[in-house]
């Protein structure tokens, strides 16, 4: 599904992500964890094309897509959501949703001229049922903008959705969340899963990376340390140095 | 008691023409302001790129005697011409962040532009083709011209596509997605660069009809034209709010009717010092636009 093969990025002397692989299977939940400043973010950056790689390749569904901009990534099948919301805010929420769902429709079907003059079509039903999913059912004719901080993370996962990804990048998508909208994320994230969407969970919450994701790989300056299903990673202890540090004989 | 009926009649008819020949001010306006909402820059070269469009259709005019439809035609499509070639020299290499060298760079294309009208015209004016300038309504005691309310409707109906273009179709969508939220715009699929320049097209359009109502209404085109429109534009799109397209068109004809009333009560000369004024005193006291609220102070 997704495969990455030795991919770096370097900021100038600083190895955000160094020479890392990974694959992703199709309907995995994949869980990427570590400490602060340890590549998550930029790896998310990277498959979805705001960054280029300085070396290695992404492959998706086989297509090697670091070449492609974050608009023909989204065509190729790779959808996000952001750390800090990105919402359109002067816009319906339906609105925020049509954007994403019209893009990957129209791309390649209409010459330009149509897809650019042409009416904007929408699919209501589809947007309905994507605000049902996200608790927002009945509220599409509020701005985006005005919407409680909660809901705004929902309606940007809805808003991914719409673009019908094969691949789901959710980058700390439970940031600020308390612990009732967390349980429902998981309900969410789980929901996804089964339609056969694969999925990239960045988060720092344990209780959510644990209890939703099929693997993990755990990251440190820019390298992976360790990889598996929560419980070998729970038990692991370089895990368990990268985050607390090497237990120190204090007698 | 006459002369006080007399005053107001012709300040009521300074006004009337001020508004009609104001709807080409707002054009301006729009233009200046749809571009900043777009890309949150502001393209200079915008005035002049119109009267150039303009200029193109003269062009047709004085070479091949074309009908006054075809001139305002040709003006509309060299002005989106221009328009696309200004994005691809000033704007679109340039990095996003770097609003200084966008501005800059738009600044030497104004000249440029400007350099290139007054070599082709030897810098003297050139008279333009108007449409129903014999034409002229009775209200009462006011006159209105044909001319300049055609000029009006003309603009009235641009306005009138341009809404459409904004609210009804994908590119519309999509400009406001860029606009608002630019990364995630991309990666919801929008070719930002594409749009970007799909906006200058239609910028430049909307500048086409403009520069060439500008011609109508003043009768002839000279060089002299893009500094006081490019400055009348600017300070439309300050009144109305940088980005906000209902306050240019209010702001527009407002500079119209102002412009008309204080050239008929102190003279061309003072005319533009009180222009210059009204800026001011928005940028003092309202400076986010018309329709935004009053400025908070500390």
Known sequence: MLKLENLSKHFGGVRAVDDLSIEVNRGEVFGLIGPNGSGKSTIVNLICGVYTPTAGSIRLLGNEISGLTPNRRLVAGVARTFQNIRLFDDMPVWKNLWVAQNSTEDANKHNLLRRWFGGAGSDRDEIDALLEFSGLGGRGGELAGSLAFGEQRRLELARAVAAKPQLLLLDEPAAGMNFDEIKDLAKRIKGLREQDMSIILVEHIMELVMGVTDRIAVLNFGGKIAEGTPDEIQKSSVVQEAYLGKPQDVA | ?298
């Open chain 2, 1 to 298: 008691m006459d002369d006080i009926v007399f005053y107001t009649v012709e300040i009521i008819q300074s006004i009337i023409d001020g508004v009609l020949f104001g709807s080409t001010y707002a054009l301006i306006g729009i233009g200046f302001t749809l571009i900043f909402g777009a890309m949150h820059k502001l393209n200079m070269t915008y005035a002049a790129a119109s009267l150039a469009g303009a200029y193109i259709g003269l062009a047709f005019f004085t070479l091949f005697d074309a009908p006054v439809m075809l001139v305002f035609l040709a003006a509309i499509v060299g002005s989106a011409g221009i328009g696309l070639i200004v994005y691809y020299i000033c704007f679109r290499y340039i990095p996003v962040e770097d609003h200084l060298a966008a501005l800059m760079a738009s600044v030497g294309a104004l000249f440029f532009i400007d350099e290139i009208v007054i070599h082709a015209t030897n810098a003297s004016p050139l008279t333009f083709p108007a449409l129903f300038d014999d034409v002229m309504f009775e209200l009462g005691p006011f006159g209105i011209r044909g001319d300049l309310l055609f000029v009006f409707a003309v603009s009235l109906i641009s306005m009138a596509a341009l809404w459409y273009v904004l609210y009804r179709t994908r590119l519309g969508l999509a400009t406001r997605a860029v606009s608002q939220q630019g990364i995630a715009a991309q990666l919801c699929g929008i070719d930002i660069h594409r749009t970007n320049g799909t906006t200058f097209v239609v910028a430049g359009m909307l500048g086409g009809v403009a520069g060439s109502m500008i011609g109508a209404s003043v009768g002839i085109l000279s060089p002299l034209l893009t500094l006081p429109i490019t400055i009348k534009g600017l300070i439309v799109t300050v009144i109305g709010g940088l980005g906000s397209i209902p306050g240019a068109i209010v702001a527009g004809f407002l500079v119209g009717a102002l412009e008309n009333v204080f050239l008929f009560v102190r003279g061309v000369n003072e005319r533009d010092m009180y222009i210059m004024l009204l800026l001011f005193v928005f940028l003092v006291f309202r400076p986010h636009g018309i329709f935004s609220r009053r400025a908070e102070r500390d």
